[in-house]
């Protein structure tokens, strides 16, 4: 079994920072891509980043120049550092990892459950 748990949320002011976290565990064999989505209520998820295995690196153009996505494979985890956030980045924020477990021969995505990201004054 497959768990992805982020953290880090939280509310935080227009112009602040903050940095989520997506910790992948379980019976791992080996991860492709991870990325964030995020999704603001009555509105579509949306991609906000991707990283590749290779470390090749996309992001969402309302973001790109603020966010920044790394990843520590050591750990099977992704973060999200969020800079300048402004009130139109309110949204609940999802993980998602491409990933083979031990029990597939198949690459596949997991999500996490979402964190809440308020920016507000």
């Known amino acids: 079994q497959v768990q992805l748990v982020e953290s880090g949320g939280g509310l935080v002011q227009p112009g602040g920072s903050l940095r989520l976290s997506c910790a992948a565990s379980g019976s791992i064999v080996s991860i492709n891509a991870m990325g964030w989505y995020r999704q603001a209520p009555g509105k579509q998820r949306e991609l906000v980043a991707t990283?590749?295995?290779?470390?090749?690196?996309n992001y969402a153009p309302s973001v790109k120049g603020r966010f920044t996505i790394s990843r520590d494979n050591a750990k099977n985890t992704v973060y999200l550092q969020m800079n300048s956030l402004k009130p139109e980045d309110t949204a609940v924020y999802y993980c998602?990892?491409?990933?083979?477990?031990?029990?597939?021969?198949?690459?596949?995505?997991?999500w996490g459950e979402g964190t809440q990201v308020t920016v507000s004054s």
């Open positions: 998602k990892s491409i990933l083979r477990d031990s029990g597939s021969d198949y690459y596949t995505p997991y």
């Open positions: 990283i590749s295995s290779a470390d090749s690196r």
